[in-house]
């Protein structure tokens, strides 16, 4: 018994501080949004907070372009991880292989925060793709640049991401496609299958799982990340982390409440999303072939 256990005990202290401090982290945060912070000399319960977030234009707003950035961000890196892991299957029989790994991945060694001030420097409309458009002649001006940093719709946070994280979804996926494009697509030769069902039956089945699943975790990242929209946002609306951020080191005691309860928002959408992530990738693997 205790031999069996053995992993177990090892890093059961571990799992338990990690899981004191996450959700006792929650259960704190839960009682201080309903009002109840003794330690501020809080102890009235009140939805107020709740109420004033479902009544405010800021809340909703920010809501929005946080739900935008992050699924645009997660789709672009999903198509961009997957393009690079089919072109690492494809370059797998050269000699240069272990160097297109390092170079497609590069971009995971970069802190996000200096990510995005690199493509702040490379996307403002005086940074170094304006400056090179403007040398070549296809702009006239550096003003006629695009505006892709600091604009509302938060194009430059949206594609400081899928650069960023599109090397994750490729690291994910890759090792699927090199099991499929090494062993599978002899079986299926063998057993008469044609492109399309290969694809059906084998490629997506495989693929898919590991590719949802990237990509959520891209999406609940991106979704309650702070530091690129605070470097690349604009002050309204702001994305729900940095208004969570700007309330609570900002504000007094009284903004604590509205402050936590948009982190409780947040964690229950990722939360939610991730739920629905799990049962489509459950449902696909039971299938076996596709969907009904």
């Known amino acids: ?48 907070a709740y109420d004033s977030l479902i009544l405010s234009d800021e809340f909703w707003k920010s809501l929005l372009l946080s739900l935008r950035v992050a699924i645009l961000s997660s789709f672009f890196s999903a198509l961009i991880g997957m393009f690079v892991a089919i072109c690492l ?12 790994h390092r170079f497609f991945q590069l971009p995971l060694t970069i802190p996000h925060l200096v990510g995005a001030y690199l493509m702040a420097l490379l996307l403002m409309q005086s940074g170094w ?22 604009e509302p719709f938060g ?17 994910m996926v890759y090792p699927v496609l090199r099991r499929i494009n090494g062993s599978w697509k002899e079986t299926a030769s063998v057993f008469g ?20 699943s990237a990509t959520f975790i891209v999406f609940a990242f991106t979704f309650s990340s702070f530091e690129v929209p605070f470097l690349l946002g604009v002050t309204y609306p702001k994305m729900l982390p940095v208004l969570s951020y700007q309330l609570y080191t ?19 959408i990722t939360a939610l999303l ?17 969907w009904d």
Do not use: C, H
């Open 1 to 48: 018994m205790w031999r069996k256990n053995k992993a177990i005990l090892y890093i059961l202290p571990s799992i338990g501080a990690i899981g004191l401090l996450f959700f006792g982290g929650i259960f704190n945060g839960i009682l201080q949004s309903v009002g109840y912070n003794p330690a501020a000399g809080q102890y009235a319960w009140s939805l107020q």
């Open 89 to 100: 299957v494809l370059l797998s029989s050269s000699m240069s292989t272990q160097l297109w």
């Open 129 to 150: 793709l304006s400056g090179l458009l403007f040398q070549i002649g296809l702009i006239e001006e550096r003003a006629d640049f695009p505006i892709l940093v600091n």
């Open 155 to 171: 194009w430059g946070i949206i594609l400081t991401y899928a650069w960023k994280e599109a090397p994750f979804i490729s690291l």
């Open 193 to 212: 299958a044609n492109q399309i069902q290969r694809i059906r039956y084998i490629i997506l089945p495989l693929v898919l799982p590991a590719w949802i």
């Open 250 to 268: 900002s504000g007094g005691l009284e903004n604590r409440p509205d402050a936590l309860a948009i982190n409780l928002v947040l964690t229950f």
């Open 274 to 290: 991730g739920l629905l992530s799990y049962r489509l990738s459950k449902k696909w693997n039971m299938k076996k072939g596709g």
